[in-house]
């Protein structure tokens, strides 16, 4: 594409990735790069309308079908609209959550891994990130920090229960082992500046 970087921010509820997505892109600003922050669900105007349908109302009001295929077409316009138009300009993108997270989230019920990957090679022409920061923390830790940001308000997906996000945390940390040149696990423990420093040493070779 061009000299432009895509690095996404994945991890559980609470692992600091929107905090820390502010922290690197800022530091990244200071040499002089060009930095596009985004998020999923959401980041174009299109993927933040159906953010707001994927994230509130009651816990079942799409099946797992509907909600893959929402955070599927949420995705695609996302990247057609946001992430492709900066990298082609030369910019560097930084998103917090991605595609790992629809396989770890949505990828573990009834439909497998291959189905979320087929789904995003529909959507998306299988487009990839250079690189993906997993931030792991202790389970308790991210609890206690998701309940200290979101109090007793979580949304639709952030709010189900604890095993369903240790199996989570189970997938994402196997894309870390399965894929370790794309995917790399970084500890978000300790001091957030000591974390920042954790991920740009784990972005150095990509840096201009
Ligand atoms: P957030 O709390 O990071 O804003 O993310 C919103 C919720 O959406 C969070 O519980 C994770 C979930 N999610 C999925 O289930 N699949 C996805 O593909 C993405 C991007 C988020």
Known sequence: MSSGRFITLEGGEGAGKSTQLRALAAALRVRGMEVVETRE??????????RALLLTGGADRWSPYAEALLF?????????KTIRPALERGAWVLSDRFLDSSRAYQGQGVLSDADILTLHRIGSAGFLP???LLLTLPEEEATDRAKARDGDVSDRIGGRANDFHRAVADAFARFAREESERVRAVDASGPAEVVTVRLLE???DLLP
């Open 41 to 50: 669900p959401g980041g174009s105007e299109g993927a933040e309308a159906i």
């Open 130 to 132: 250079d690189r993906t």
């Open 72 to 80: 599927a077409a949420a995705r695609a316009d996302h990247i057609e």
């Open 202 to 204: 784990t972005i150095e």
